[in-house]
């Protein structure tokens, strides 16, 4: 069945470092959106992507959609302790109204 | 605060008991959904609702489960006989029927069930 595959599962970086997590999936998507999650908490909607080869940017944040829209990644430039969380990514497969999320990247900062 | 309320936040019961849970989403949003999440793992669907039609249901989802949004607006979901695999965070999301394709969920806080 469709799969998304999240990396990494975990990442430690130092404050103001860099940090990029990459989803692929097993087959091609209508969308792909991000969430974050927070320790304790629920999803929260970040971005959705859309068109082939696109580029978001949230201030600090920069998404993009795979040309073949199979794969996404975020990149988030010099962390802040507030980018604490999991950052999911999911797939909405061709033709389907649910969403499939990949395993997540939990990213810890140290300060 | 998103808007998306579930009830109860928590449970506990014990194995072979029934348990159901309540969501009621952002007030016009028609679309509903239902996910399962495990400690370190994304959440995964189980099922989808459109108003008051059931409109997707997942493979994984056995028949112990079943759910309902019989006036479009809330909806309940149901386990029957729980077992200690059903333990986890349940978690309901609506959204927007857009015709513009962009539907960003909104989710609810879960309930967490614990079976015993």
């Known amino acids: 069945g469709q799969q998304v595959m999240q990396i990494p599962q975990y990442q430690h970086v130092q404050e103001g470092e860099d940090f990029t997590t990459y989803c692929n999936s097993s087959?091609?998507?209508?969308?792909i959106q991000w969430y974050k999650q927070r320790p304790g908490g629920h999803p929260v909607f970040l971005i959705q992507?859309?068109?082939?080869?696109e580029v978001k940017k949230q201030k600090r944040l920069t998404f993009q959609f795979g040309e073949a829209k199979k794969n996404s990644s975020l990149h988030i430039t010099a962390t802040q302790t507030t980018d604490v969380g999991t950052y999911f990514c999911?797939?909405?497969?061709?033709?389907?109204?649910?969403?499939?999320f990949g395993q997540g990247t939990r990213l810890t900062i140290n300060p | 605060d998103t808007g998306v309320s579930q009830d109860p936040r928590h449970k506990i019961t014990k194995r072979g008991q029934n348990v159901t849970f309540r969501c009621d989403p952002i007030?016009?949003?028609?679309?509903l959904y239902w996910y399962r999440q495990t400690l370190g793992q994304g959440p995964e669907f189980l099922t989808y609702f459109q108003n008051e039609a059931q409109l997707e249901k997942s493979r994984l989802l056995s028949d112990r489960f079943s759910a309902e949004r019989p006036k479009g607006s809330f909806s309940t979901l149901e386990i029957q006989r729980t077992e200690q695999g059903d333990s986890a965070m349940y978690l309901c999301?609506?959204?927007?029927?857009?015709?513009?394709?962009?539907?960003?969920?909104?989710f609810g806080p879960g309930t967490r069930l614990t079976v015993l």
């Open positions: 007030s016009e949003h028609n679309r």
């Open positions: 992507l859309v068109k082939s080869g």
């Open positions: 999301a609506s959204s927007l029927d857009a015709t513009s394709g962009y539907n960003e969920q909104f």
């Open positions: 999911a797939g909405r497969p061709r033709g389907a109204q649910k969403l499939v």
């Open positions: 087959t091609t998507l209508s969308n």
